[in-house]
């Protein structure tokens, strides 16, 4: 007998082209975190650690088009963020500090 597969979250657009800075990847090393985690949260809508307001923001932006951004906190607390371009070119995992 077959067993269900867990359900993945569907993908809500485009990541484009997948960057990290190197500050990023310190920390999610640090943290003992892969990237693919926070990638495929800001993937499926869960944009983290963001204020009403701004999660709004990415809701309106989701439909038209516009600049998304996600920020998260990783195990050892650094706070990371990542944006994908209005034109879903490319996706960056970056520290607040390297933007």
Not at 22 to 50: I, M, N, T, V, Y
Request: hydrophobic share 35%.
């Amino acid at each position: 007998m077959n067993t269900p597969e867990k359900s993945k979250p569907k993908p809500l657009f485009p990541l484009g082209q997948v960057l990290a800075t190197p500050g990023a990847l310190e920390a999610l090393g640090k943290a003992e975190q892969s990237p693919d985690e926070f990638l495929a949260r800001h993937h499926a809508g869960d944009w983290g650690d963001l204020c009403e307001e701004d999660i709004a923001e990415n809701e309106y932006s989701l439909k038209h088009g516009l600049r998304l951004f996600s920020a998260y906190t990783l195990r050892d607390e650094t706070k990371i963020w990542v944006i994908t371009e209005h034109d879903r070119s490319a996706t960056t995992l970056l520290l607040p500090e390297e933007y």
